[in-house]
């Protein structure tokens, strides 16, 4: 009897935990879908439509560029577990110059001094950071939904990984070819 109630106990914590954990990563992803649908995303083989994006230094970037590149989605304000994301990013940029890396903040209300706040945290540089609008029409754009999703495509624009939350080695495996000579 007393090692059942100990079993039951340990389901009723572990169910609670992981119901704790979905209310709470809901709560920080605003941009994720509360249907129950799939959320949207890229796939592998897909292409990324090329895009003329504005950065919050007033540079205009185009994606695809004709070189590799990685473009990861944060919000900035309210998710810091996900800037996590761009950290990896960042590091893996500054030992792959060949690559295009961008840093799409996809909350609109957050202005300059919180857009250097996650330059800062992540170890961004000077890369572009691109600021989304109010209907996160660049997210949209490239069909993420997901903050904490990192999207490497070729130099002709073929996707080929979608990461969302990646370890740094899954991320340097992914982004293997764009570093190769």
Known sequence: ???????????LII???????????RANNPTASTSTSALAAPHVGDTVARA????????TITTPGGVWGAIVFVDGLNCRPCLASARK??????TTPKLQAVLVDVNASDGKGEVAR????TRWGDRPVVLD???NSVASRFDV???????VYRPDGTITDVLLDPSAAALNRALKPAAAP
Request: charged share 20%; proline share 2%; hydrophobic share 55%.
């Open 89 to 94: 990013l960042a590091a893996a940029a500054r």
């Open 1 to 11: 009897m007393r090692r059942s109630l100990t079993i039951a106990t340990v389901l």
């Open 52 to 59: 003329h994006l504005i950065t919050v230094d007033r540079r």
């Open 133 to 135: 609008t109010p209907d």
């Open 15 to 25: 169910s609670a935990f992981v119901a704790l954990v979905i209310v709470v990563h």
């Open 145 to 151: 939904e997901t903050i904490g999703t990192v999207l």
């Open 118 to 121: 996650v330059r800062a945290k």
